[in-house]
């Protein structure tokens, strides 16, 4: 089992940023790749940003490419999701995941464990 509990989510204007974390316990942090997903009020989930197992590969949607940056800290156990030049299209529920199984980075059915959630708001 792996447990991840996100935090870092709030209110922002429009250009400004803010930095999410994801703090994992359990099984092997370092094996898993670990993703953020986000989903708005009526909107079905979609996939933001993942990072491989050793932090040497990265990936992202097109919408936030530019302006997200994924990294993890393996000492703490911990992934980062630094979100700037925020935009009101934006604004979401934000969730941290982790997968071990060889399916698909992109595709949130892959995943095997999802934190609570974190609300970013992002004001015009």
């Known amino acids: 089992q792996v447990q991840l509990v996100e935090s870092g989510g709030g209110l922002v204007q429009a250009g400004g940023s803010l930095r999410l974390s994801c703090a994992a316990s359990?099984?092997?942090?370092?094996?898993?790749?670990m993703g953020w997903f986000r989903q708005a009020p009526g909107k079905e989930r979609e996939f933001v940003a993942a990072?491989?197992?050793?932090?040497?590969?990265?990936y992202y949607s097109d919408s936030v490419k530019g302006r997200f940056t994924i990294s993890r800290d393996s000492a703490k156990n911990t992934v980062y999701l630094q979100m700037n030049s925020l935009k009101p299209e934006d604004t979401a529920v934000y969730y941290c995941?982790?997968?071990?199984?060889?399916?698909?980075?992109?595709?949130?059915?892959?995943?095997?464990?999802w934190g609570q959630g974190t609300q970013v708001t992002v004001s015009s």
């Open positions: 995941a982790a997968k071990s199984r060889a399916t698909s980075i992109y595709a949130g059915r892959g995943y095997d464990y």
């Open positions: 359990g099984r092997t942090f370092s094996s898993n790749v």
């Open positions: 990072i491989s197992g050793s932090g040497g590969s990265t």
